[in-house]
DNA sequence: AGGTGTGAACACTTTCACAGCA
DNA sequence: TGCTGTGAAAGTGTTCACACCT
């Protein structure tokens, strides 16, 4: 009882959670190859930031690190994963049939991380019945029966912004705490649900800005 | 010569990008409605920020508002269309012709926004020349050349993170500056060259985290 | 020597508060 | 009076620098 533990009583950056989770891919990496150790300046040359920056945001959550050595792989990972909530699997409906939906449906990079759709829903009956691998669209209307059904962890979210009120509260009410949304618009969020928005045209908008106004070179990205 | 005009001697932090974006939607839905003129207040309570961030952001660029009054919205629309260069429209090429690159392809919302696909490349010798609304798939190595050919403002890279290093040199090559990267890796972006990432993994481990810290709560979400 | 963990300095963003114009 | 535009204050995140451990 005198490991490292990890421990949590700040608030977190909401980049370094960003963080957390890219040097979580890098770390795997090193793993395949058989790196056994890693500086904090190898990773930082690895994933674009500085030392300080990741000591900094794992000293948030522990020490990991031995003096004089660096930090060790596997240990890292386990602990990242533990952090990250990466070391169970997680239920995910999609709510929404069309374009987006399918395309997100059908990537293989969630499941390899432990997403698995649960569900499929959509408002429209003309897709309510039809086969989604081994799934079948249901209605929306059967939301929250749905979500208690499958034990529901998480939605995405690939609607039309106009149905976005109606779902939100029918997600509320079913106790859905974290939602990806994928409608251009923004969500009014209740306490204790947590919402993350990836807005396609929006990050277009900000290229068109960056190419519009000359300077502001270099990368700008974030992690959608 | 003595209007309103868009200075910008300042450095714009990456954050008032994305805002300003969210603005120029809500406004031209306050325009559909007829609203002729909005306040910074009210504009606020639409995009879920402060109207002193409101104001703060727009006098980046100079001064749109008229004391007492608040904004004309045509004009403002004008002005943000402006800052944003959304007052042209963007040849966009889409290089990787798979599942997302086919969802991104066939997404209205783009081109909507001025966003028009130009040309679609693939490196897989099976799907080039296959056909993608009117144009027809190429293959990567001509990479060069269609950006030429196409006067190609824009990419839109849907690829496996393995192949994006190359990709990324002849992009260069080419002299593309704005590159929207779906692949979830990063990216060494050279000199003058603009990228954003959008990384859904990374926007669901982001949830997994925020359910599993139990803290952490509310709004947490970003505009990709 | 080598590299972590961390308080203190710094830089950047957001919020406040108010002068000034319609 | 009402609301913008903006310096100054507060708050947040990042970088520095060094004590400390191996």
Redesign the pocket.
């Known amino acids: 009882m005198c490991g ?1 533990r990890t421990v949590l009583p700040k ?1 977190i ?4 959670v960003r963080r957390l989770s890219f040097y979580h891919r890098i770390l795997e990496e090193l793993e395949e190859v058989g790196t056994g150790t ?4 190898e ?1 930082a040359e690895r994933s674009g ?5 990741i ?5 948030l959550f ?10 060790p792989v596997q240990d890292l990972i386990q602990h990242l994963r533990t952090i990250l909530g990466l070391d169970r699997s997680w239920r995910v409906a999609l709510v929404g049939a069309g374009r987006i939906g399918s395309a997100l449906f059908e990537y293989r990079g969630f499941a390899e991380r432990g997403f698995h759709f649960v569900a499929v829903l959509d408002s429209d009956d003309a897709k309510v019945g039809g086969g989604w691998g081994d799934l079948s669209v249901e209605h929306t209307d059967d939301l929250e029966r749905i979500v208690a059904r499958e034990r529901v962890d998480m939605v995405v979210l690939a609607v039309p912004a106009s149905a976005v009120p109606d779902l939100m509260e029918a997600m509320h009410n079913a106790g859905v705490n974290a939602v990806l949304n994928f409608a251009p618009t923004r969500l009014d969020v209740p306490e204790g649900m947590t919402v993350r928005d990836v807005n396609m045209v929006m990050e277009l908008e900000a290229l068109s800005f960056a190419l519009s106004q000359g300077g502001n070179r270099g990368r700008s990205g974030e992690g959608g």
Chains 1, 2 share one sequence.
């Not at 950056?13 to 370094?16: I, K, N, Q, T």
């Open positions: 490292v608030k950056p909401e980049s370094a890693v500086s904090s300046g990773l930031t500085t030392a300080a920056q000591r900094k945001d794992l000293s522990g020490s990991f690190g031995k003096r004089g050595l660096g930090y």
